[in-house]
């Protein structure tokens, strides 16, 4: 039986997007991270408590979202430069959007960039966006069993982001087991267990960053 490949001309045409992308960054000496995350993982939230704990990073950022430009206008309301991409009904960024966006953002100013994808724990992993890393952001109250269930996306990222942990109390989860269940998944994960109300966790996020050279 014949394998149907319709997938591969897709991804072989995203990573040389992607191999661009990474030469831009690269030249303009920018850290980038992929953050990706089920809707209302509190990805946007992250990035704003973030900005709030690197005041001296010049940080730029990428919204995917499919429609609205909210998010980009959270981060713009901060002062950081920003870009909205709208997929329409496309369920994650691919290379060419974010190499299209570059061109709206400063980059001769920049040392940190944040991609912030299309609310989906699946598919934005299978394509490289040029980043360097890829943070999964996965709240308290999606449970324990999202890593095992969502495997490939965990085992393709660097860190996971246990955010919302002021909730942990009301959902029953505990966010150390959360983060302990996705570094089974893929022991080399760097985790992080966060609270963008309580700033719970920040200062580690922040360390974690810094060591990138971002700071
Ligand atoms: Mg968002
Ligand atoms: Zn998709």
């Known amino acids: 039986m014949k394998r149907i490949l319709t997938r591969e001309p897709i991804l072989a ?32 939230t992250l990035l704003e408590a973030t900005v709030g704990v690197l005041p001296g990073v010049r940080m730029g950022i990428i919204e995917g979202d499919l429609a609205t ?19 329409g009904s496309g369920c994650h960024l691919d290379a060419a959007m974010v190499l299209g966006a570059l061109e709206r953002l400063p980059l001769v100013e920049l040392e940190l960039l944040f991609i912030e994808n299309v609310g989906n724990l699946v598919c934005p992993a299978a394509f490289d966006l040029g ?21 490939p996306t965990f085992l393709r990222a660097q860190a996971v982001v246990v955010t919302k942990a002021d909730l942990a109390p009301h959902v029953g989860v505990d966010p150390h087991r959360l983060a302990a269940s996705a570094r089974a998944i893929n022991p080399a994960l760097v985790s992080f ?15 974690w960053l810094a060591a990138k050279g971002v700071e």
């Open 69 to 87: 430009d909210r998010d980009a206008r959270r981060l713009a309301a901060l002062g950081v430069p920003a870009v909205q991409l709208n997929t």
């Open 193 to 207: 267990v966060v609270s963008a109300r309580s700033g719970e966790g920040l200062d580690d996020w922040r360390g």
């Open 13 to 44: 045409a995203n990573d040389a997007a992607a191999r661009a992308v990474r030469e831009r960054l690269g030249a303009a000496g920018i850290f980038a991270v992929n953050l990706i995350g089920s809707p209302g993982s509190g990805k946007t």
């Open 131 to 151: 980043e360097a890393a890829k943070a999964v952001v996965l709240s308290v109250a999606e449970g324990e069993d999202k890593p095992e269930k969502y495997a």
